[in-house]
């Protein structure tokens, strides 16, 4: 049974710093993982989707990693900004259809 | 482009009423579509997913039910909620099977 998690569950950062934020999941047999942002009170918007047999997905500031043999995947965010403060969710596919989420790391960015 | 609505945006019933939250997808034709619900403080949990009309597949043994009367709009329904269904409940599509999912506005629903 998959299983996701995501450490830390929350983080506040200075505004300008580079972060890391991880993924872990324990089945490595994924299709593919994807890294979302929840704003409070709102639905999640995708940011990054790495298929299995990639590495790495870059998007602007943003930057996911996959290691399937560890079971590990990062999210980079470079030059952090206010604006990037919300909750960020990894899911890993691993079944059919089914998305199995983290429970989130909840990011604030100081200014 | 493609846009997903969900409505209501919050809704508040008491225990032991129906529940009909419904879902639409504009500017794409069969999609796969998703709900999922997200507890306060849990991971968001797959209720229900389905590749075409009529075509439905339940994760998780409920009191909850969904349907898919059209191509792109996906119905959440319970005859009699339960405290437990509180939640935040969100609906998603994408392409394909390995396709980036993507998600409504959500609706909160307080069960009192």
């Known amino acids: 049974k998959q299983e996701v998690t995501q450490i830390p569950a929350a983080l506040s950062v200075p505004e300008g710093e580079n972060l890391v934020l991880n993924c872990s999941f324990t089945?490595?047999?994924?299709?593919?993982l994807q890294w979302f942002r929840q704003d409070p009170g709102k639905g999640l918007t995708s940011l990054l989707l790495i298929q299995s047999s990639q590495r790495e997905q870059t998007s602007g500031r943003l930057n996911a990693s996959l290691d399937k043999s560890s079971g590990r995947s990062t999210l980079y965010i470079a030059a952090s900004q206010p604006g990037d403060s919300a909750t960020y969710l990894c899911a890993a596919l691993s079944g059919t259809y089914k998305y199995i989420f983290g429970t989130g790391t909840r990011l604030k960015v100081l200014a | 482009s493609q846009t997903i609505h969900q409505w209501p945006a919050t809704l508040v019933q008491p225990v032991g009423s129906p529940l009909s939250l419904e879902c639409t997808v504009e500017?794409?034709?069969?999609?796969?579509l998703y709900w999922y619900r997200q507890a306060a403080g849990r991971g968001l949990q797959l209720l229900f997913y389905?590749?075409?009309?009529?075509?439905i597949s339940s994760e998780v043994p409920q009191n909850l039910s969904a349907s898919r009367p059209q191509d792109r709009q996906f119905i959440l329904s319970s005859k009699k909620l339960l405290l437990s269904d509180s939640g935040f409940y969100l609906c998603?599509?994408?392409?394909?099977?390995?396709?980036?999912?993507?998600f409504g506005p959500g609706t909160r629903l307080l069960v009192l």
């Open positions: 998603a599509w994408s392409a394909g099977q390995r396709e980036t999912q993507y």
């Open positions: 089945d490595s047999a994924i299709y593919n």
């Open positions: 500017g794409t034709s069969n999609p796969n």
């Open positions: 389905s590749v075409g009309i009529g075509q």
